[in-house]
Each structure stands twice: as C-alpha cells, then as structure tokens.
C-alpha cells in the first residue's frame, strides 16, 4: 500500500521492538551484534546475507532512520552518516578517482564551497563551478573525466532554486548522476529524485532534527542510474578486490550505491552516525510536514513585511512574487520556498552587525532549520573564507544578512526585527 507523507514520516522503517514490544525505536547503544554461527558471521561479512555487524557499517536505529528518509525522498536506500558535509564526501566516494572532477553549482553554501575549493584536492579530485541556471555552461564544463553535476535546490543563504529538471537533462546527457543537497527544501517542499536527481544528500541537522540537538547526514539513492552503462564507475561496476572479485551494481542493482556506502564508505571513512542522534533525528521527522509548513507560512509573512520596509533594499525569498526565482519555485518547490533567505540593509556591513547584535528572539548561530528563528550575518561567518567574487555569486555580500525563520508567533519576530532595524540605523 502507497502510504502518504505525513503517514510516512511516522511509521516508515520502524516496527514494535521485536524483543521488548516498544512501539517507539529503542536506541541500540551497542557497538557490535552477536552472529549467530561461524557461518552466518561469514555470510555477513561477503555480504552474501544482510544484517548487523559493528555498528560503524550499521546500526538498528540508523537503519530505521535511513529507510524513513529514504521513503520519504522516494528513494531506494540510503546511507546515514555524522555531518552533512560527511554525506557530500560519502556521496562522491563511489564515483570518484584522483584527476576526475565534479561539476558544481556556484549558488552554494560558503562551507561546500570551501570543501568543494579545496578540500576534496587533497583526494585529488577538482570541482569546476558553474551557473547552475545555464545548461550550456554546466555542458561545457563536462568532460569525460567528469563524474558528477552538483546543485542545492534550495540554495543557502539566497534562496535561489535550481531548475532541476533542467540540470538532470545535462547529467543525463553527460551520462553522470545528479547529485542535490536538498536540506534547506526537505523531501516535504521538494522531492529531488522525481525531478531527475540521482542522489539526494541532507544535513539532517537542520530541518529533519528541527531542534538543533544533533549533527547527521544521508545520502538518499534513486537506484535509478545505470552504473555499468560505461566505465566511469569501476568502483560500482568492476570487480571489488576487498569482496573477493564481487561487482556491487551485477550483484546488487538498484541497492548498489547504497550497498556500497555501508560496505566500503563507512566501512574506510568511519563517517558513522550514533545510534543517539539517529533517534533524536527520528523524533524530529514526525513532525516534519507540521513544521514546514509552520516555517513556510512565517517565512512568507515576514519576507513580506521585509520587502516593505524603509531601511531593506532587498528580499531574496523565491515565495516573493517579486523574486526572479517565483514561477520556478512554485514548480520545484510545489509547498512553498522554504524559510530560508537574505535581505540586503542600507548601511552595509556595519549596519548589518548592529542589526544583529540587537536581535533578541533571533539567535545569532551558524545553523539553520531550527524550530527557533535564526540569524546570521554570512559575509563575517559561514561565507568569511570565500573571495569577494564567490560570495557575490552565493549571494552572501557584506550587506546582506541570512534569516532561518521559525515556527514562533510572527508578530512578535517581526516587533524583534522592527527594534533592531531601528537600532541598526544609529
């Protein structure tokens, strides 16, 4: 039976607690799980019988919590991890080798585009920056050492969207996944993989925690992509010298990228989610629908408000008529724009830190997607290490300050906005 979304985000994955009864997952705090012989040890670990080995590969309450985003994003399965930034380099793993390249958005959150500057060279893999929005320069871009096309769909901090349907013709015509971090949308506003992604990645952080207790991350796989179609993917597709000559996508189809970020991902990175925070994130995700749309409706009100003040030159929320980023919004995100975006202040940067020095329901921390309103002023933080040109391109310049609305009661976050603006003006 097809279930709904709010249905899913309760029940998918779990089931009473087969030894105690629990209705709700217990969190299995143990590192390692009894075999139940020598040879169901050695059929675990040739991944010939699937199961529970040592918690780094996996864990029951992390599985619960992966195949309930994973139906949730409507993929096949999906591999949880400790951070979102550990989700992009697990994502990557599979695909790349040293030399090859990634081709990525230039709308991006300041800490990716560090990772994706200099970080992942370390591997040796470059990442080639695009306007996401020009098909022809993301094909240009591509050539046949190219393993992956990268965008948000939502992007932080502007808001920008991503025509994905778009970019998903690219990557299919360059025979390369799509790969969309879908964090600041959640599956509740967008649904990546129906719009051509072959992968979805998630700080589970944010929204699908919604009470910033703890760091996690997934990536969701479509099954969708043909990975031996070429010899781009030897390591989804070649024989695997570590499982004795076993091909993970001949042998395990549509399960194969998943197979292998348990396998070899977490098995070598270790990037491993506790049991702790795979339950706190479950909690959040029951009442995710509640709380976007909550966030949505807030976000609207108050970018609305922004829009006309006196002392705001600019509103960069795509659920604004006034936004270049509208019609395309209602099509990627049918639900709403989120509640993430940048307003521009008269009095540049240091009106800006004067504004947010002067916030009082607004905490001033380097998140998003918490139940409570937050602020940032992303120039002096998140986006600090980028150039002036990179940061004008994310849309994070020194004038321009990211709000994460919450949940509260609009009125009064925008009495708090309204006695900081006026402060800022000093």
């Not at 150039?387 to 994070?396: C, V, W």
Request: hydrophobic letters at 40%.
């Amino acid at each position: 039976m097809a279930y709904g979304f709010d249905t899913l985000q309760i029940h998918a994955g779990a089931r009473p607690d087969p030894a105690t009864g629990a209705r709700q997952t217990p969190i299995y705090q143990t590192t390692a799980y009894v075999f139940r012989d020598s040879d169901h040890a050695a059929a675990l670990f040739n991944l010939q019988e699937v199961g529970f080995i040592y918690s780094r590969l996996t864990n029951p309450t992390v599985a619960v919590l992966q195949e309930r985003v994973a139906a949730l994003e409507g993929g096949q399965g999906a591999v949880a991890c400790s951070s979102g930034h550990a989700a992009q380099i697990l994502a990557l793993f599979p695909l790349m080798s040293p030399g090859d390249n990634v081709v990525v958005s230039n709308r991006l959150y300041g800490g990716t585009v560090t990772q994706m500057s200099h970080t992942i060279k370390r591997f040796g893999w470059e990442a080639r920056f695009v306007d996401i929005d020009k098909s022809g320069d993301i094909s240009k871009a591509c050539d046949r050492r190219t393993k992956a096309i990268f965008c948000e769909s939502i992007a932080n901090p502007g808001g920008h969207v991503a025509n994905l349907p778009k970019v998903a013709k690219v990557a299919d015509k360059q025979g390369v996944p799509l790969i969309v971090d879908n964090t600041s949308a959640t599956p509740y506003l967008c649904r990546p993989i129906e719009q051509g992604a072959t992968l979805v990645v998630h700080s589970t952080t944010k929204y699908l925690t919604g009470n910033g207790t703890v760091t996690g991350g997934v990536i969701v796989d479509s099954g969708n992509f043909d990975w031996s179609a070429s010899d781009k993917f030897p390591s989804l597709s070649q024989p695997e010298p570590a499982y004795h000559g076993l091909k993970f996508h001949e042998t395990f189809g549509p399960l194969a990228f998943t197979l292998h970020g348990h396998a070899v991902g977490l098995r070598d990175l270790g990037m491993t989610m506790s049991p702790m925070g795979a339950f706190q994130t479950l909690m959040g995700i029951e009442t995710l629908s509640l709380r976007m749309e909550k966030h949505v409706a807030n976000a609207k009100t108050i970018a609305t408000w922004l829009e006309g003040h006196p002392k705001v030159m600019e509103v960069t929320y795509a659920g604004l008529k006034s936004s270049p980023y509208y019609r395309q919004g209602r099509k990627i995100c049918p639900k709403g724009a989120g509640a993430l975006f940048t307003f521009r202040l008269k009095g540049g940067y240091n009106a800006c830190v004067k504004f947010v020095d002067a916030l009082e329901l607004f905490s001033h921390v380097a998140n998003l997607g918490d139940a409570r309103s937050l602020v940032i002023h992303s120039a002096s933080t998140t986006h600090r290490q980028l150039t002036d040109e990179q940061r004008k391109l994310a849309g994070a310049d020194s004038d321009v300050v990211r709000l994460s609305i919450g949940i509260e009661d609009p009125d009064d976050l925008i009495a708090d906005l309204e006695q900081a603006l006026k402060q800022a003006k000093r």
